[in-house]
Every structure is written in structure tokens, then in C-alpha cells.
């Protein structure tokens, strides 16, 4: 590969941690082929990118970046890696991989690392707590829910209550009368 098509490749890596905040570093030693077109096809389907790059390649593209990542040279950036993006969610990469290992049946594709909103997971054993991670969107859609909750109860209260005070006026004026 010569410098030229390395910085293009570097450049690529630049734009997509810049304007994607949610990708995983994995690593898929030991797939056959076989499991590796299945994988490939379950990135597509879910609209999931996958690509496998040099790990030199990716240090680099992550130096241009502000996030310090760093932690990654010694633990994740080591052996044969791939890189997974999604545009949208930070979620989907983990239940893609989490349900590729069960069907898959085994342990050959590992969690190296993520970044989810430009927060660092390193490790395979956080794949489960990527998998539990709210979206902004979701954690937005909660506060407004429980914005609401109290407003709702209120106009719910004076609602149910008014029909109940003009029912009990109405019972007295028919004894008076």
C-alpha cells in the first residue's frame, strides 16, 4: 500500500469518527469465511458498516480527532481489528454482535473497544452494559415523560374532581328543592 492510499484511508477514518459518534473496534480471528459473509450480511441488514483496516491506520485517523484516545493503543489497537460504525445509535453494534455470537455459537468475534458519544469502552466484558446504554433520544424522550407526568396528574385531578363537585351541587339543589 503506498503513502498515498494510506492518508486517503486515514482521511475516510477522520470523516467518519468525526461525524459518526458511535463505532466498535473488534476482533474476528479464527471466523471461516463462511461466518465472516454471514457477519457482513447482518452489518447490511441492520445498516451497520464494517470495515477492517490496519490498526497503525486507525491510530492515526483517531490522533486528528479531540477525544484522547489513547487507551486504545495499548489494549485495543492490537491484533487484527475491524471497525464497526452506525450513523444513528450506539446500541445497534452491540445487539448486532451479541446476537452474531449466538448464532454464530461461539466466542471468535470480540468486543476490542467502542466509543459512544465519545465515551470509551474498552474490554469485552462491556458489551453488555453498551447493550443497556440509552440513546440521547430515549434518555430526552424519559425526562419529558416524567416532565409531563405531574402536569398530567393536576389537570387529571381538577378534571375528575370538577365533574364530581358540579355532580354533588347538583344532588343538593335536588334535596332543597
Do not use: W
Request: aromatic letters at 8%; charged letters at 25%.
Amino acid at each position: 500500500m503506498t503513502k498515498e492510499e494510506k492518508a486517503v484511508i486515514i482521511g475516510e477514518l477522520s470523516q467518519k469518527f468525526q461525524t459518526i459518534p458511535y463505532f466498535y473496534i473488534t476482533e474476528s480471528t479464527g471466523l471461516t469465511v463462511a461466518q465472516v459473509n454471514n457477519f457482513r450480511r447482518m452489518c447490511f441488514q441492520r445498516g451497520v458498516e464494517y470495515r477492517v483496516v490496519k490498526n497503525t491506520l486507525i491510530a492515526k485517523a483517531l490522533e486528528t480527532l479531540d477525544t484522547d484516545y489513547t487507551s486504545f493503543n495499548d489494549t485495543v489497537l492490537k491484533g487484527f481489528s475491524g471497525v464497526l460504525f452506525h450513523p444513528e445509535s450506539g446500541k445497534v453494534p452491540a445487539k448486532l454482535l451479541k446476537d452474531f455470537k449466538k448464532e454464530s455459537g461461539g466466542d471468535k468475534l470480540k468486543l476490542k473497544g467502542a466509543s459512544v458519544d465519545y465515551s470509551l469502552f474498552i474490554g469485552a466484558d462491556q458489551l453488555d452494559i453498551l447493550l443497556n446504554l440509552k440513546s440521547k433520544q430515549e434518555l430526552i424522550g424519559d425526562v419529558i415523560g416524567l416532565l409531563q407526568s405531574p402536569a398530567k396528574n393536576v389537570v387529571s385531578a381538577l378534571t375528575s374532581g370538577g365533574g364530581k363537585l358540579a355532580g354533588i351541587l347538583k344532588t343538593l339543589s335536588e334535596r332543597e328543592g
